[in-house]
């Protein structure tokens, strides 16, 4: 991760500024995103597929509207999964069409959002969600797909979504019925299918099958039912290393087994892919201060002005197997280190604190660090309210240039929209 940011000799960087002059500047506990890592990411993956595959980014990764904002500067469009997402996508100037809603239990709120922004494509997940939907929709007629729910769970997948008897999409057979219900309702306008059946996955053999699986799916149903199903949304899942060690997600064997099958598929069929976690992990940081240094059980502490309710992820959260963070010093990031520390938080639990996965140079009070990785499920996958503490600002790097993106939040934040 330290190689994508850049980093060579001398203090930490990120899109080519001084991380201590960014902390000085925007305070701490801070985000960094490197919005050219972000996009060169977003340009690779285009090419990978030789332009076939249309992507959607998932907000659900990074909700910061100004990166969506500059993803989309670059023809992404965006997968929301709430009406709150949806108005941060609208927001950063992603066209309704290019914006695909999916969610295993969409709100009427949701729902109802949905529809008036006339977006690209509702993800159904059940057949009730089907009569929601319809009860709402009055003279518009939306654009909706189907969630298949795969026979098979995703191999080597973080956390899986599909295919384990779970809440997500909606069964074969179920939406082969479905499909025939709809295909005589001109109600609403039928587009297509979506899979999407784990995180974190790092399988790209796979991960192909069960894209390769929507794409048969897709051609039998079309057959055996009287619908046609121009649009294929593959998901997205795909892994990003979090340490050194572990290999990065083959997508070049994803291209090589998929591209042939793509250049063959019939004239008007479009296909998407909708990632979040591979186009902006490495392009995060959260950066904390070190508050106060002590000893306690014989180990050394280092307390943070950062913790669990920023970057929930760093302690383990989520995350089937729990695996300590990389963490390096600001000043001296290459430096190999020669102390293994503990890193606590200012929460009031226990589970605020965490071992980095290697030894860092000697941190003093006053001393910055930054948690590498942060640039997916970071914030947003935070309980950012445990405790009434301020949220931390996030700041954008693009073009040589930082600006914030997110104001630092306020003590008062606490009472915001309690009622007394
Ligand atoms: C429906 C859907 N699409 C896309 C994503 C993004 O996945 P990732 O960040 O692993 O690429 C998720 C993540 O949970 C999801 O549920």
């Given at each position: 991760m330290l190689r994508l940011l850049g980093a060579g000799d001398g203090p930490l960087r990120l899109g080519g500024l001084e991380i201590s002059e960014l902390a000085s500047e925007f305070g701490t506990p801070l985000y960094l995103h490197d919005g050219d890592l972000c996009l060169r990411r977003l340009t690779a993956l285009r090419e990978t597929f030789d332009g076939r595959v249309r992507i959607l980014f998932a907000?659900?990764?990074?909700?910061l509207a100004a990166l969506v904002s500059l993803l989309r500067g670059k023809g992404a469009g965006a997968e929301v999964a709430s009406a709150g997402e949806l108005r941060i996508a609208l927001a950063a100037g992603v066209p309704p069409e290019d914006i695909h809603f999916a969610g295993p239990g969409k709100s009427l709120t949701d729902l109802r959002a949905a529809l008036e922004a006339g977006i690209g494509t509702l993800d159904l997940e059940s057949p009730d969600e089907y009569e929601a939907l319809l009860d709402l929709s009055g003279p518009r007629r939306p654009r909706i797909a189907l969630r298949i729910d795969p026979e098979s769970a995703l191999a080597r997948a973080g956390l899986r979504m599909g295919g384990t008897g779970g809440k997500f999409g909606i069964a074969k057979e179920a939406a082969r019925s479905l499909l025939e219900r709809i295909s005589k309702d001109d109600r609403v306008e039928l587009r297509g299918l979506h899979v999407y059946a784990g995180t974190q996955c790092a399988d790209a053999a796979a991960w192909t099958t069960l894209a390769l699986d929507l794409l048969e799916t897709a051609a039998r149903l079309e057959a055996e039912t009287d619908c046609s199903l121009p649009d294929l949304n593959l998901g997205g899942g795909f892994s990003f290393p979090r340490d050194e060690g572990e290999a990065e997600f083959d997508l070049d064997l994803v291209a090589a087994r998929l591209l042939p099958v793509l250049e063959r598929a019939p004239p008007g069929r479009r296909f998407f892919l909708e990632p979040g976690r591979w186009l902006t992990a490495p392009a995060g940081l959260y950066v904390c201060r070190v508050l106060a240094r002590k000893e306690s059980g014989g180990r050394t502490w280092l307390l943070l002005d950062g913790g669990l309710h920023h970057f929930a992820a760093a302690a383990g959260f989520g995350a089937v197997l729990r695996r300590p963070p990389e963490v390096v010093s600001v000043e001296r990031p290459l430096d190999p280190g020669e102390e293994r520390v503990l890193l606590g938080g200012p929460l009031c639990t226990p589970m605020d604190a965490c071992e980095p996965a290697h030894p860092l140079p000697r941190l003093e009070r006053g001393d910055l660090c930054a948690f590498l990785g942060a640039g997916a499920y970071g914030l947003t996958f935070s309980p950012v309210r445990f405790l009434g503490h301020p949220g931390p600002a996030e700041v954008l790097v693009a073009g040589g240039k930082a600006r914030l993106a997110r104001r630092r939040g306020r003590p008062e934040d606490a009472l915001g929209d309690q009622c007394l």
């Open positions: 907000l659900k990764a990074n909700p």
